[in-house]
């Protein structure tokens, strides 16, 4: 499941995924996301993966494949910040289907994560 950070603003829209997405899950994140994107154009996207075990199945992948593509440019950067291994590599996969920057950051740097996504160099 995911749920909005109180954090977002138009800057920067925070959202937290927990447990399995799953279909479902895009159903209701994606009109929110495109609410934002048509009042706050460019913003950065914070994805804090908290105990996030992945997806239900293909149907809630492809879910996720069809809102990348469907915001191609519509994000400036997207920081991902996750605790694990395969968190890391997924961040590395996502990249071709954005033109955003995308980074990932260990939970540990969920600060340096706040402030690069909304435009601060962090090395």
């Given at each position: 499941?995911?749920?909005?950070?109180?954090?977002?603003?138009?800057?920067?829209?925070?959202?937290?995924?927990?447990?399995?997405?799953?279909?479902?899950?895009?159903?209701?994140?994606?009109?929110?996301?495109?609410?934002?994107?048509?009042?706050?154009?460019?913003?950065?996207?914070?994805?804090?993966?908290?105990?996030?075990?992945?997806?239900?199945?293909?149907?809630?992948?492809?879910?996720?494949?069809?809102?990348?593509?469907?915001?191609?440019?519509?994000?400036?950067?997207?920081?991902?910040?996750?605790?694990?291994?395969?968190?890391?590599?997924?961040?590395?996969?996502a990249?071709?289907?954005?033109?955003?920057?995308?980074?990932?950051?260990d939970?540990?740097?969920?600060?340096?994560?706040?402030?690069?996504?909304?435009?601060s160099?962090?090395?």
């Amino acid at each position: 499941m995911y749920e909005v950070m109180p954090e977002s603003d138009g800057d920067l829209l925070a959202i937290k995924v927990r447990g399995k997405l799953a279909k479902s899950d895009y159903a209701r994140l994606r009109p929110w996301l495109d609410q934002q994107l048509a009042v706050h154009p460019r913003p950065s996207l914070l994805v804090l993966m908290q105990d996030f075990e992945g997806w239900s199945g293909a149907g809630a992948l492809v879910e996720d494949l069809r809102l990348d593509a469907a915001h191609y440019r519509d994000l400036r950067r997207i920081a991902m910040v996750g605790d694990s291994r395969w968190q890391e590599w997924m961040t590395w996969l996502a990249k071709p289907f954005t033109a955003a920057e995308v980074r990932y950051f260990d939970r540990a740097d969920l600060t340096s994560a706040r402030a690069w996504a909304r435009g601060s160099p962090v090395h």
